[in-house]
């Protein structure tokens, strides 16, 4: 009776084992974030952001933005205008949904002077000025609902790839080692912001799980202020930071940019 009762025991000790392995898996898979201690270690706040919108533009974009509701892809992630990375979208639908935002938010061409400026490099929209199917940068939404709004680290742990989802022409040259990701909150709910990395893709190793690669990289914890642009090269690790969604959304204005070396511009898209 008292062996029937120890192997029961230890059955289940080894059922335990085997079910936390496997959801320890999922979560350093799926969700590394949870993983990783997100002490701040760096900071280098200063190089990457500047002051673009005060908080009355940023209100008034705010009202139009959720007035798009429907617009939305989904209740975790939303997106206001198309994004190659998200919509892999068709030409006419991208014609379609540019000339809605470029008709919609009068904020294109104080974006494009504003990057000209930091980038020390004309940025242009190549829709605009080469009729290219490219869409132009648009509104990131994340949910007060979401589990990144009540605050768990779950966000996506990633370097940017988005350009090579994009249909650039094949008689330009790009320089793919100069990429950039722009960023401007348009709502800052308590905690909004991102952490950076100081390592990318080469600091992976087969077989070992992204957040124990990371774990003890220089971070950065760049908390958002509203209406400021910040821009980064995309290619070290990033994450959003969960935020407090008693305050609402965490709305942005997202973009990229690759360098058009046969234009010598910034391309800028999204
Ligand atoms: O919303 C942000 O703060 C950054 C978004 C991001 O990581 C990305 O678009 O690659």
Redesign the pocket.
Known sequence: MKLCGVIILLVLIIIIIIISVILLYYISIHFPGMLMKWETTHNWCDEIESSFINNTETCRLHNLINNDKIRWVNSTLGTVGMAAYIDSPCSDKISQSNTYMLNRYDIYDQLATHLTHRLKCKCVYPYLKYNLPIGVPGF?IFDADSWLGKGYHV??L?T?Q?EKRVPWPDNEQFDWTKTI?F?I?ITTPEQC??YIIQRGPEAIKPGIPLWWTLRDAPTQYIP?KLGNC?VHH?KWY???SPFNGKYGD?V?L?G?ALYCISKKEYWLYW
């Open positions: 990131h966000a996506s990633h940017d988005q990701s960023t909150p912001g991102l958002y910040y995309g990033h994450m959003i965490r942005t997202q990229h």
